[in-house]
């Protein structure tokens, strides 16, 4: 790890976090089959699926995982390298469902305007809630986790990195000063 980097959670810190989150989500949620998580690409989908295995876990009851990509759906596009969209998957209608979007890290909101943007095409659901693993804060726009691993005030400058073993082949969160 270079000297200009700072490891904020451990692998087993990730995996306490996630179970609280998982337990807090099952708190707040009442109706479990009517729960669908979503998680916003990259980062946000392991974390969705890691999320509803701890939920299945505590309460024997199987979890609708979906994934979202709001590539399409950003207000920054013109600023941002082209890449692939990732496939959205999702029910056909989320009528009638409680949506939990789940993020990796919320910084301006703008991440999650698009996610709600984007969750509107496919029906109105009678409640979305928004799970993260880390807010630093910073924000742009009136948008709140509703459930959030970690509180980390940052400076704008710095970076929070994500690694999930997924995605990355590790568990962890770092600070990168610069």
Excluded at 28 to 44: A, N
Excluded at 150 to 176: G, H
């Amino acid at each position: 790890m270079p000297a200009d980097t700072v490891e904020i959670l451990s692998a087993e810190e990730i995996r306490r976090t996630v179970n609280r989150l998982a337990s807090e989500i099952v708190e707040k949620t009442g109706d479990l089959e009517k729960l669908i998580l979503v998680g916003i690409y990259t980062r946000g989908v392991p974390l969705a699926q890691t999320l509803a295995q701890q939920i299945e876990r505590l309460e024997q009851t199987p979890i609708t995982v979906g994934a979202l990509d709001i590539t399409f759906y950003r207000d920054d596009l013109d600023k941002i390298s082209t890449r692939t969209p990732a496939k959205t998957k999702l029910p056909k209608d989320l009528a009638g469902r409680t949506v939990v979007l789940v993020d990796d890290v919320i910084f301006s909101g703008r991440t999650i305007r698009a996610a709600l943007n984007a969750v509107s095409d496919y029906g109105r659901p009678d409640l979305v809630r928004l799970a993260v693993l880390i807010d630093r804060g910073h924000r742009q726009l009136p948008i709140h986790p509703d459930f959030i691993g970690k509180q980390l005030p940052t400076a704008s400058e710095e970076v929070v990195k994500v690694y999930l073993q997924t995605t990355d082949q590790r568990d962890a969160v770092e600070l990168l000063k610069r």
